[in-house]
């Protein structure tokens, strides 16, 4: 089992940088993989990123590939999300999540969720 608790939320201004950290506690960080989903208010939760276990490989979501980038540090139980270039339509709060399978999309296969981080961002 993995307890995740996000942080680094914020107001920003359109063109700024946020990045948001996601810490997990427990031993077995290293044997999931993580993802990054968002939600805007009135609208479903929707995948931003996810990375394996290893940190070795990652994927995005189209609208944001080439401007947010996922991490991990294994050794600090923490996964980043590194995200650049903001726009008024990625305001939504942001979970992180844990699967037992890496290369989903898809929030049912992700069993341990944080309590989420509000991102605001201003035009």
């Known amino acids: 089992q993995v307890h995740l608790v996000e942080s680094g939320g914020g107001l920003v201004q359109a063109g700024a940088s946020l990045r948001l950290s996601c810490a997990a506690s427990?031993?077995?960080?290293?044997?999931?993989?993580m993802g990054w989903f968002r939600q805007a208010p009135g609208k479903e939760r929707v995948f931003v990123a996810a990375?394996?276990?290893?940190?070795?490989?990652?994927f995005y979501a189209s609208s944001v590939k080439g401007r947010f980038t996922v991490s991990r540090d294994n050794a600090k139980n923490t996964v980043y999300l590194q995200m650049n270039s903001l726009k008024p339509e990625d305001m939504a709060v942001y979970y992180c999540?844990?699967?037992?399978?890496?290369?989903?999309?898809?929030?049912?296969?992700?069993?341990?969720w944080g309590q989420g981080t509000q991102v605001t961002v201003s035009s």
């Open positions: 990375v394996s276990r290893g940190g070795g490989n990652t």
């Open positions: 999540a844990a699967s037992k399978y890496y290369g989903t999309s898809t929030a049912g296969e992700y069993g341990y």
């Open positions: 427990g031993r077995t960080f290293s044997s999931y993989a």
